[in-house]
């Protein structure tokens, strides 16, 4: 016995929705993904490299990050306002 609503409405093939198509669809942007991640990883792996190398280029980066990070935090620290200061 056919079921009434492929009788009525046709097979999935006349225009319905399609998992496999749906599926095959899914495949293709999950792989998409799968590469940009991919490629998200080695631009992290190489800049990670150039900062933490052990040659002196890398120090000297290192030692430049350090030395932005503790300058952005002490901009957010307000010296202390003294009773006679101006």
């Known amino acids: ?3 009434p609503k492929i009788v009525r409405d046709g097979p999935m093939t006349a225009g319905g929705p399609d998992p496999l198509k ?5 495949q293709v ?3 998409a ?3 940009l991640l991919e490629l998200q990883r080695w631009q992290i792996e190489a ?3 150039r900062l933490y190398s052990s040659e002196p280029g890398g120090i000297a980066a290192r030692r430049l990050l350090d030395l932005k990070r503790r300058e952005t935090q ?3 620290l307000k010296p202390p306002v003294g ?3 101006p």
Do not use: E, F, G, P
């Open 1 to 3: 016995m056919i079921h």
């Open 47 to 49: 800049l990670s490299k």
């Open 74 to 76: 002490t901009r957010h």
């Open 22 to 26: 749906d599926a095959r669809d899914l």
């Open 29 to 31: 942007r999950v792989r």
């Open 33 to 35: 993904l799968q590469a």
């Open 83 to 85: 009773m006679n200061d």
